[in-house]
Every structure is written in structure tokens, then in C-alpha cells.
């Protein structure tokens, strides 16, 4: 089974949350060697040569709607018309990579942005949807973490039918049925509280693409997964509420880019056109357009 980006989101949020409580930012961090600039360490591209050959590269989730997908040959979603919105900006064209989620955030960062996988293949000037915790920045310092976007969140979708008055909690799945995307924060948040007696009742899929689906079809009366992914799949007969999840440690967190640490004049150009598009109303009209909710993030 292919991972997907939300099992990199899992082990940031078990890694990094925890480690951080209770901490200064970066109080207990040892800093890393820095790359030397000689032979394949030598990645990325400076803004001035991005300006001159006249395209930029995005690295995107594949598979990953609403955010990322692919969709008659070509590359769709938030997150490409996000990198589009960047690259006018700049002045250039956007070209996109659809790269598969690795085994951690950590590992897609070290393919994409700043080393490059091992097999085949080459890292992107900017890399698209990475979640930003300020105590993880201190631990991948070859990363400039910047262009923060969006707030997303975990949310519960269900059926009006089946909840005609109040809507569901994660208590209520002890007795009835919720779709999830196999393995991810949703299904381990659920499985694992309180004590696993919710762990009968969860029905996992591949994506959660197939878990709306489900939903939709009354194979589950809810689903659960972040709001972004609920509503691109709700339909009519379909509600949406984002109700308190007790002993959830990040139940939402900011999406934003990610940029080689030797580039950061490109990394500030990148995180200005982000601020100028928040500011204007721009990229919440891309959210609109693909009918979903924009949440400004707090900049930190």
C-alpha cells in the first residue's frame, strides 16, 4: 500500500509534539553538520537563475485530493494553483513533480528539497502542503520553512439522516460505524482512544477518497479526516462538524512550503507572493473555487 502524506503527518505529530512539550523552542537541540557544497550536495536553484530560464519546479503530493492530483494527464488541485499563483508572481512558469509520500516527513524533505532520492530523480525549488511545527524546524536544518497558508483540521463528516439532531463525536463510534483512510492520524486517533473500545466500529480504506465515497453510499454512518478532504467528497444528504477531540495532541496544524536552506532569497520571494495572495483575497478564491473552506494562518 502506497503511504500517503498524512502517514508523514503521523510520525511529525508523535515525533515532534511530544518531544516538544514542556520545552523551549529548540532548547534541547543539537545542531547538525551542514551539507558541504561539493558534488551531489550541490542541489536547488537560486532566484536569479529560476528568473533566467524562466520556470520554477513544485514538488506535490501525488495522489492527494483535494490538494494534489492528477486528472486527465495533468496536474489539478489547491496546491497546483497555489504554485501557479507563485510562479506569476515571479514572473515564471510552473512545472510540477507528483512525488509519492515517503516513510516519514523527514525523508520526503531529503528527496525533494534538499539532497534528492536515491534511485532517480531530482529535488524541486519549492516543495507544496508541508506541515509547519517550529520545534520540527529545528531538527531539518537544511530546510527553510516558510509561506505558511492554511490552517487545516481534523474534522468528522456524517449522515443527516443518521444524526437528525446532534452531530457525532468520537464517543458515538463505540456503537456505530466510521470510515477512515487506513492509517491515518484519523484511524490511529480512533483506534487507540479511549483504551481501543472504538477500534471495532472503524472501517478503513485505502484513501479517504474511498471513505467519503463509503459515507455517501450508507456503507458508514460517518467519517472522519481533515476538513479539506471531508468536503471535497460531501455531498447533499452529507453534514460536517469539527467537534473537541479529547486527548488529541495536533488537531489541526498550518500547511505551508518548504525550500533548500542555501535559497533564501527564493524562499523569502516565495513566502511574499503567499502573504500578498492571503492579503488580496486571491488564494481564498482558490479555495472557494474548489469548494472548500480557507482558514488565514496566525505567522509565526
Same mark, same amino acid.
Given at each position: ?9 503521523? /510520525? ?70 497555489? /504554485?501557479?499563483? !507563485? ?14 509520500? /515517503?516513510?516519514?516527513?523527514? +525523508? ?76 491515518? !492520524? ?8 479511549? /483504551? ?70 527564493? +524562499? ?33
Amino acid at each position: 500500500m502506497i503511504r500517503t502524506f498524512h502517514n508523514a503527518l503521523l /510520525g511529525l505529530t508523535i515525533g515532534c509534539f511530544a518531544a516538544s512539550s514542556g520545552w523551549a523552542r529548540c532548547a534541547d537541540h543539537v545542531p547538525q553538520p551542514k551539507p558541504q557544497n561539493t558534488a551531489r550536495d550541490v542541489v536547488g536553484t537560486d532566484l536569479d537563475t529560476i528568473q533566467e530560464r524562466g520556470f520554477i519546479t513544485f514538488a506535490a503530493y501525488e495522489d492527494f485530493p483535494p490538494w494534489s492530483y492528477e486528472q486527465d494527464g495533468k496536474a489539478v488541485g489547491v496546491d497546483i494553483d497555489l /504554485g501557479r499563483l !507563485i510562479a506569476e508572481d515571479l514572473g515564471v512558469e510552473a512545472r510540477f513533480k507528483l512525488v509519492a509520500a /515517503g516513510e516519514t516527513l523527514e +525523508a520526503d524533505l531529503r528527496n525533494w528539497v534538499w539532497k534528492g532520492p536515491v534511485v532517480s530523480g531530482s529535488v524541486a525549488n519549492v516543495m507544496l502542503h508541508v506541515p509547519y511545527d517550529s520545534a520540527f524546524a529545528c531538527r531539518v536544518e537544511q530546510v527553510v520553512f516558510t509561506g505558511q497558508y492554511h490552517v487545516e483540521d481534523i474534522a468528522i463528516a456524517y449522515r443527516k439522516a443518521a444524526y437528525p439532531e446532534d452531530p457525532p463525536v468520537p464517543a458515538y463510534f463505540r456503537f456505530d460505524t466510521v470510515a477512515v483512510e487506513n492509517d491515518s !492520524i484519523s484511524d490511529f486517533y480512533l483506534s487507540a482512544f479511549p /483504551g481501543g473500545q472504538l477500534a471495532g466500529n472503524v472501517r478503513r480504506y485505502p484513501a479517504m477518497a474511498d471513505a467519503m465515497i463509503a459515507l455517501a453510499q450508507g456503507e458508514t454512518k460517518a467519517a472522519m479526516g481533515t476538513r479539506a478532504q471531508l468536503e471535497h467528497g460531501l455531498t447533499p444528504d452529507l453534514g460536517l462538524h469539527a467537534p473537541p477531540l479529547p486527548g488529541f495532541a495536533a488537531g489541526n496544524w498550518t500547511a505551508g512550503v518548504a525550500v533548500h536552506f542555501a535559497y533564501r532569497p527564493l +524562499a523569502y520571494a516565495v513566502d511574499d507572493a503567499i502573504v500578498a495572495a492571503i492579503g488580496d483575497g486571491r488564494l481564498e478564491q482558490i479555495f472557494a473555487d474548489h469548494g472548500l473552506t480557507f482558514r488565514a494562518p496566525e505567522l509565526r
